[in-house]
Each structure stands twice: as structure tokens, then as C-alpha cells.
């Protein structure tokens, strides 16, 4: 699986858009794009993924580049619950599934 | 619907004594992970269970670590004996199917080795 390059850390005012980039240049056609962010003494929790076209859903949208080098992940209205360490992943489709976590961006949300 | 069950929420053991996890998944998800998180890093896998089959344990320090799934629902997780680098958080994910890459995690046992 590719490895991902994400900023250590990332400062996010409250209700303004939060975008939190990653870098995956090696990775290859049959690998999507993770995330997971992890609140302090929370495990992690899942918030998006994509192959190649943007996704959107309740939480999160995700922009992946053409050449599928980079991708970013918007949070859109950040509020103070979203200070939480980010993860990018990047995974093969149908694998077993083995998510490898780097050390993410702490996203700290502030009033 | 009820998430990832995991006890103890915390323990304290001395080095060389023995400690064990134990993890509810989500019902139904036939995937269940156990993680090993040390403070300021990432999860990192130790073993992947399919249904009560191994499917990956090749990070697992097999000579102190060893883990079990019985049934292919809950699952236990053994350190005997402990060391001080084994203090950490210990979490537990399961997912509906392998493949099926949305994992949902517990929210973890720390372990404290003194």
C-alpha cells in the first residue's frame, strides 16, 4: 500500500472551512483514499474515502487530483468538536482490509 | 445500532505479570482487528481475524502476545508476561465483511506496565 505524507499539524478557526492535505505519490490505480480521524481518547472513526472522483457526504468532502498524487479533506464548518488528529490512508480495493496508520494531522479548532 | 465493546477501560500491572482484553464487535461483522497505539503514534495492527480464523498476525510478538476468537464473535487479547514498552492503547475494530474497509473501532483499553 502507498505511503502517505500528511503535516504534522494544522490550526482551523470555528466555522470556517477546514482543508487538510495529503500527499500520495506512489500510489497506484486500485488504491483509494482513506480517512479516519481520531478525538482525543476515542478510537478511530471512519469519515470518507474515494477512488478517483470527489466524494461528499454528511461529514466530510473529498477532493482527489487527476493524477491522484494529492487528495484533501474538507471539513466545511469546523467547529470545536472537530479538533481530532487526521488520518490519510491509502488502500488497495478489495484487500484485507489492513488499514496503516501514519502519524496524521492534529486539527486543532479554535473559537 | 451498539458499537465495538471493550474492557477494561484501564489497567495498571507490574512488568512480567500477565493482562487480558476482551472485545464485543458490532454484531454481524464477521472482521474483527486488534491495534496497538503508543502515545503520539498512529494504530498499528497486530492480528486480523476472519470470522475465527487468522488472517494476519505477522506484527504480532508471538513469543508474549497471543489472541483468540473462539466463536467469530468476541475476542480476547493475552500479554504474559508484560513489558514496559507494552504500555499503550489497545484497540478493537471489527467490519462487516473482509474487503469491507470501514472499520469501526472500540474505544480501547489503555495499559499501563510499571
Known amino acids: 500500500d502507498a505511503k502517505t505524507t500528511q503535516p504534522p499539524s494544522m490550526d482551523c478557526a470555528e466555522g470556517r472551512a477546514a482543508n487538510l492535505p495529503c500527499n500520495h505519490s506512489t500510489i497506484s490505480g486500485n488504491e483509494y483514499v482513506y480517512w479516519y480521524r481520531q478525538i482525543h481518547s476515542q478510537g478511530p472513526q471512519y469519515i470518507i474515502h474515494g477512488l478517483k472522483n470527489n466524494e461528499t457526504n454528511e461529514m466530510a468532502s473529498l477532493i482527489i487530483t487527476e493524477d491522484r498524487k494529492s487528495s484533501t479533506l474538507i471539513l466545511p464548518h469546523a467547529t470545536l468538536r472537530d479538533t481530532a488528529v487526521y488520518y490519510c490512508i491509502s488502500l488497495k480495493g478489495g484487500s484485507q482490509g489492513n488499514l496503516i496508520f501514519g502519524k496524521g494531522t492534529k486539527l486543532s479548532v479554535k473559537p | 445500532e451498539a458499537g465495538v465493546a471493550q474492557s477494561p477501560r484501564y489497567k495498571i500491572i507490574e512488568k512480567r505479570q500477565s493482562v487480558a482484553f476482551w472485545c464485543n464487535p458490532i454484531?454481524?461483522?464477521?472482521?474483527l482487528y486488534w491495534y496497538q497505539q503508543i502515545l503520539g503514534q498512529g494504530p498499528k495492527l497486530l492480528i486480523q481475524f476472519q470470522n475465527n480464523g487468522v488472517v494476519d498476525d505477522s506484527q504480532l510478538p508471538k513469543d508474549r502476545f497471543s489472541a483468540e476468537r473462539l466463536k467469530g464473535v468476541d475476542s480476547t487479547l493475552k500479554i504474559q508476561p508484560a513489558k514496559l514498552e507494552d504500555s499503550a492503547v489497545y484497540l478493537c475494530a471489527s467490519s462487516l465483511a473482509r474487503g469491507q474497509t470501514e472499520a469501526f473501532f472500540g474505544q480501547g483499553t489503555r495499559l499501563t506496565v510499571v
Open positions: 454484531s454481524g461483522h464477521a472482521t
